[in-house]
C-alpha cells in the first residue's frame, strides 16, 4: 500500500502529455523567435547611445513563451504581459532603492509584485522576474521601468499580435463567452458557482472553459451514440396519411393512436410532407381562445357542397419542406435537429427513399439515455 502511495506521489511529479501536434509547436517557436528578433533589434535601435547598458531584458524570453506558444491564456493577454513587466519593475525597483539587503529586497519585491499584479488584473509570471531582475541588478531608476521594461514588452506584444493573427490564432484573445442553449445541461451561474469553489488561478480563458465543456459533452455523446443508427430506435410501423386524406380522417387517426404527427406519402411510399397537430390549429383564429374546440370541429367536419371555403383535405394544410433521415444514419447527428433545429418528428427512409419508420424526440431521448446511463 505504501509503494502504491509512493508511486501515486511519484507519477504527480511527471508532465502531462502535450496535446499539441508538430505543426502548433513549430508555429509558437517560429513566433517566439521572430517576435524576439524584431524586438530586440528595434530596443537597441532605440537605445542608441546607451546600447552599452540593458536594453533587452531576461523576463522577455518567458513572456515570449506565453504570448508565442499559449496565446489564449489569460497570463498571456496584452495587458498581463505589459502592465504584469511595467508595474513588477516599479516594485523591484522601489525595492532597490529602499532594502539595502538584496535577499531581502528580492523577497519583498516579487511578493509585492504577485499582490500588485492581482490588484491590477494583469497577473504575468515573468513579471516576478521583472522585479527579481530590477533587485539583483541594483536598477535604481524609475525611468527603467519604461525603458527597457514597458518598451520591451509593448513590442513583443505588437509582434504577438501581428503573428498569431497571420496564423489563425485570436489574440488579444478577448473573453466572448455565449450564454449557453437553452437546452444545455448547465448554465454560466453553474461554472461561475464552480470556479468561486476552486477559488485558484486557471491558465484558462472562461470562454474556452465553457466551450471545452460543451464539446467535450457533445464528444462523449458521439462516442456512446456512435454504434448506433436511425434503424436501430425509430418507430418500425409509421402511421402516414396521402395528400387526398380528409382531415376528419387524419385527427382522428391522430387522436386514436396518441401521435401528433402524421407523414403524409404518394402511392409509392415517398414521404412529400408532414401534418401535425399545428398545422390544424395553424388554420383556426387562435387571438380568441373561447370555443377553440368548436373551431376545431367546423374545420375537419367535410364539407358536403361541391365548392369549399376551407382546407378539406390534409395536403392542403401540410408542410411541404420536411426533415427526412435515412434508415443507416448515424442517430448522433440527429442531435442539432432535435436540439438546435425544433424538430419533434422525423421520419426515417429506406434506401429506395420510401417510408420505413419515425423518429420522434421521445424515441431520441430514450435512445440518448440508455446511452449515456450507467451500466
Given at each position: ?92 525597483i522601489a525595492a532597490a532603492n529602499w532594502i539595502p539587503d538584496p535577499a531581502l529586497g528580492a523577497a519583498v ?259 440518448l439515455y440508455r446511452a449515456v446511463a450507467p451500466a
Amino acid at each position: 500500500m505504501r509503494f502504491e502511495t509512493f508511486l501515486t506521489h511519484a507519477r504527480a511529479w511527471l508532465p502531462g502529455r502535450t496535446t499539441v501536434d508538430a505543426r502548433e509547436r513549430l508555429r509558437a517557436v517560429a513566433g517566439a523567435g521572430l517576435g524576439l528578433l524584431v524586438t530586440a533589434l528595434l530596443c537597441r535601435w532605440l537605445a542608441g547611445p546607451l546600447a552599452a547598458s540593458v536594453w533587452l531584458i531576461a523576463p522577455l524570453g518567458a513572456s515570449a513563451v506565453l504570448v508565442f506558444a499559449v496565446p489564449a491564456s489569460p497570463l498571456a493577454q496584452p495587458w498581463s504581459v505589459i502592465g504584469g513587466n511595467t508595474l513588477s519593475a516599479v516594485v523591484g525597483i522601489a525595492a532597490a532603492n529602499w532594502i539595502p539587503d538584496p535577499a531581502l529586497g528580492a523577497a519583498v519585491a516579487v511578493a509585492g509584485a504577485i499582490g500588485l499584479m492581482f490588484s491590477a488584473r494583469c497577473l504575468h509570471p515573468p513579471g516576478g522576474a521583472a522585479a527579481l531582475l530590477a533587485v539583483l541588478t541594483h536598477t535604481t531608476h524609475f525611468s527603467s521601468a519604461l525603458f527597457p521594461f514597458f518598451t520591451n514588452s509593448l513590442l513583443l506584444v505588437l509582434a504577438g499580435v501581428a503573428y498569431n493573427s497571420l496564423t489563425g490564432r485570436r489574440y488579444p484573445h478577448v473573453q466572448v463567452a455565449r450564454p449557453p442553449a437553452s437546452d444545455a445541461r448547465f448554465s454560466q451561474a453553474d461554472i461561475d458557482a464552480v470556479l468561486a469553489r476552486y477559488n485558484q488561478v486557471l491558465d484558462i480563458s472562461r470562454d474556452d472553459l465553457q466551450s471545452l465543456i460543451q464539446q467535450t459533452e457533445l464528444e462523449s455523446y458521439k462516442r456512446r451514440l456512435g454504434t448506433l443508427h436511425c434503424a436501430d430506435i425509430m418507430s418500425r410501423t409509421p402511421v402516414s396519411v396521402e395528400f387526398g386524406t380528409p382531415l376528419q380522417e387524419a385527427w382522428a387517426l391522430m387522436h386514436e393512436r396518441r401521435i401528433k404527427a402524421l407523414p403524409i406519402t404518394d402511392r409509392t411510399r415517398r414521404v412529400v410532407g408532414i401534418v401535425t397537430q399545428a398545422d390544424f390549429f395553424r388554420q383556426l383564429d387562435l387571438q380568441h381562445h373561447e370555443g377553440i374546440a368548436g373551431k376545431l370541429r367546423d374545420l375537419i367536419r367535410a364539407t358536403r357542397t361541391v365548392m369549399s371555403n376551407k382546407p378539406e383535405v390534409v395536403g392542403q394544410i401540410m408542410t411541404r419542406q420536411v426533415r427526412v433521415a435515412s434508415a443507416d444514419r448515424p442517430v448522433v447527428d440527429l442531435v442539432p435537429l432535435f436540439s438546435e433545429g425544433g424538430h419533434h418528428h422525423i421520419p426515417i427512409i429506406d434506401g429506395e427513399k420510401r417510408l420505413a419508420g419515425m423518429i420522434t424526440q421521445s424515441d431520441f431521448v430514450r435512445a440518448l439515455y440508455r446511452a449515456v446511463a450507467p451500466a
